[in-house]
């Protein structure tokens, strides 16, 4: 296997790369492109041009640049042979290239090459423990999973939350700073709009919180408010700020009806961490999914007692080994579900810029 990358930025470097190592089957060849000639990476054989790298025989390329332009750079991919193309969240950064994207996948053709990634649609423990699916890959701690299904339709579910509650430092004036979600290390970007928690984070929480209903038969309806959003410094974000990114935000509304909450926060300090969801069932039960200690851990618990599975490793090696790369890839045992993916995550890209649009006014 082939496969290639335009943009060689951080989420190649502490994502990509660190999870390919860990695949049972390694590409044979990996390729790159970057605007910036001087940032190479181990592994990756550059290439001079875009036009160059799209003419090596791929197959699959990802698109892993800024948000901005993933657009353009899909429209070119488009245009050569290259038989698979994932881009990263958010598949595009503003409601006018949805629009441009939606006539780009009324092409058939166009469509099932084409994934937009998010890769939490790939963290299914608590789906898989809903359905009485779990498999020997999550290993016990305090007991067996339940020998049937937790529920067996939709309406077995009352509420759903999802949290992304991101650890965060301190800098020499005692601001909360963000941390790189890779290394631990502080994050010396300076963020602004659109970058901010609704957009920036808030596609990884309703990647998974969708994805885990769908499965459980849910249909597509999606509606979300925003409850409250700040900055970093805990300050209000007002109507007509156009420059300052959201730090934080309260989200809440339905998803197939179902009551939906969703906390975002990068500067959640040493108390940070929570990333996952929690399924609140109508006989009491809870199912929850939250990552500890470079592992998913899925909880049931039921009044005051609470079973315990985890599974080791990366996010985004499971999510290449399970749903891209590996032999269970979307591309290959259900290319008939590429596009339903990819319209899911444009929908959803699609209300939470709607909702940056009714916190700060048109724009």
Same mark, same amino acid.
């Given at each position: 296997?082939?496969?290639?990358?335009?943009?060689?930025?951080?989420?190649?470097?502490?994502?990509?790369?660190?999870?390919?190592?860990?695949?049972?089957?390694?590409?044979?060849?990996?390729?790159?492109?970057?605007?910036?000639?001087?940032? %190479?990476?181990?592994? !990756?054989?550059? /290439? +001079?041009?875009?036009?160059?790298?799209?003419?090596? &025989?791929?197959?699959?390329?990802?698109?892993?640049?800024?948000?901005?332009?993933? @657009?353009?750079?899909?429209?070119?991919?488009?245009?050569?042979?290259?038989?698979?193309?994932?881009?990263?969240?958010? !598949?595009?950064?503003?409601?006018?290239?949805?629009?441009?994207?939606?006539?780009?996948? *009324?092409?058939?053709?166009?469509?099932?090459?084409?994934?937009?990634?998010?890769?939490?649609?790939?963290?299914?423990?608590? @789906?898989?423990?809903?359905?009485? +699916?779990?498999?020997?890959?999550?290993?016990?701690? *305090?007991?067996?999973? &339940?020998?049937?299904?937790?529920?067996?339709?939709?309406?077995?579910?009352?509420?759903?939350?999802?949290?992304?509650?991101?650890?965060?430092?301190?800098?020499?004036?005692?601001? #909360?700073?963000? @941390?790189?979600?890779?290394?631990? +290390? $502080?994050?010396?970007?300076?963020?602004?709009?659109?970058?901010?928690?609704?957009?920036? $984070?808030?596609?990884?929480?309703?990647?998974?919180?969708?994805? =885990?209903?769908?499965?459980?038969?849910?249909?597509?309806?999606?509606?979300?408010?925003?409850?409250?959003?700040?900055?970093?410094?805990?300050?209000?974000?007002?109507?007509?700020?156009?420059? =300052?990114? +959201?730090?934080?935000?309260? @989200?809440?509304?339905?998803?197939?009806?179902?009551? !939906? *909450?969703?906390?975002?926060?990068?500067?959640?300090?040493?108390?940070?961490?929570?990333?996952?969801?929690?399924?609140?069932?109508?006989?009491?039960?809870?199912?929850?999914?939250?990552?500890?200690?470079?592992?998913?851990?899925?909880?049931?618990?039921?009044?005051?007692?609470?079973? %315990?599975? %985890?599974? #080791?490793?990366? !996010?985004?090696?499971? /999510?290449?080994?399970?749903?891209?790369?590996?032999?269970?890839?979307?591309?290959?045992?259900?290319?008939?579900?590429?596009?339903?993916?990819?319209?899911?995550?444009?929908?959803?890209?699609?209300?939470?810029?709607?909702?940056?649009?009714?916190?700060?006014?048109?724009?």
């Amino acid at each position: 296997m082939q496969i290639g990358f335009v943009g060689l930025g951080a989420v190649v470097e502490t994502a990509y790369l660190p999870a390919l190592k860990r695949l049972s089957s390694q590409p044979e060849i990996c390729w790159g492109f970057d605007v910036n000639p001087d940032r %190479r990476l181990p592994g !990756v054989q550059c /290439c +001079e041009s875009l036009a160059s790298l799209l003419a090596k &025989p791929l197959d699959m390329l990802f698109i892993t640049t800024t948000s901005l332009q993933h @657009l353009p750079i899909l429209e070119a991919a488009l245009t050569f042979t290259v038989a698979n193309i994932v881009i990263e969240k958010p !598949v595009v950064a503003t409601l006018a290239q949805i629009s441009r994207l939606r006539v780009l996948l *009324n092409d058939p053709d166009s469509a099932r090459r084409v994934l937009a990634l998010d890769h939490w649609m790939a963290r299914a423990g608590a @789906l898989k423990l809903a359905l009485g +699916e779990l498999d020997s890959s999550w290993q016990a701690e *305090n007991g067996n999973p &339940p020998g049937q299904p937790l529920i067996t339709s939709l309406q077995d579910i009352v509420r759903i939350d999802g949290f992304l509650q991101e650890p965060s430092g301190f800098n020499e004036k005692g601001e #909360p700073v963000a @941390l790189n979600f890779a290394t631990g +290390e $502080i994050d010396t970007r300076q963020l602004h709009h659109p970058d901010g928690v609704i957009v920036d $984070i808030g596609t990884h929480v309703l990647a998974m919180l969708r994805e =885990t209903l769908h499965h459980c038969g849910g249909d597509n309806f999606l509606h979300l408010e925003v409850q409250s959003a700040k900055d970093r410094l805990g300050v209000p974000i007002t109507q007509g700020d156009l420059q =300052t990114a +959201e730090g934080e935000a309260h @989200l809440f509304g339905e998803l197939c009806g179902i009551p !939906v *909450n969703i906390y975002l926060n990068k500067y959640a300090g040493s108390a940070g961490g929570q990333k996952g969801i929690r399924l609140w069932l109508r006989d009491g039960k809870i199912i929850s999914q939250d990552r500890e200690r470079s592992g998913e851990v899925v909880e049931l618990i039921d009044g005051r007692q609470t079973l %315990r599975w %985890r599974k #080791p490793g990366a !996010v985004y090696a499971h /999510c290449l080994q399970d749903c891209i790369l590996g032999a269970n890839s979307v591309f290959t045992q259900a290319p008939n579900n590429v596009a339903q993916l990819t319209q899911r995550r444009i929908e959803e890209v699609e209300a939470l810029l709607q909702l940056q649009q009714q916190l700060r006014g048109p724009h």
